[in-house]
């Protein structure tokens, strides 16, 4: 079943970044952890954590940044049976 992320995203700009993160490809999985494509560079995220600026400001305190959900979202897709 289709899940409806369009008023999750509403509420998160985040989210809504992170999946174009992951159809535009910038996502790539390396073993445990995932490589995010940034603006400049590339971010590395495992286990939740990401090194990007944004998340050490915060340290997940405002949630996780748009690299982890984007991993968060390709894993998800990865669950699901393609063509569904
Ligand atoms: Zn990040």
């Known amino acids: 079943m289709p899940y409806d992320y369009s008023l999750v995203e509403e509420m998160h700009p985040r989210l809504k970044a992170a999946r174009k993160l992951v ?3 910038g996502v790539r999985r390396e073993g445990e952890q995932a490589w995010v494509r940034g603006s400049q560079v590339e971010h590395r995220v495992r286990s939740g954590r990401c090194t990007c600026p944004w998340f050490a400001a915060h340290q997940g ?3 996780p940044c748009k690299h982890v959900l984007a991993v968060q979202l390709l894993e998800e897709g990865e669950d699901e049976p393609t063509g569904a």
């Open 61 to 63: 305190e405002r949630g």
């Open 23 to 25: 159809e535009s490809g």
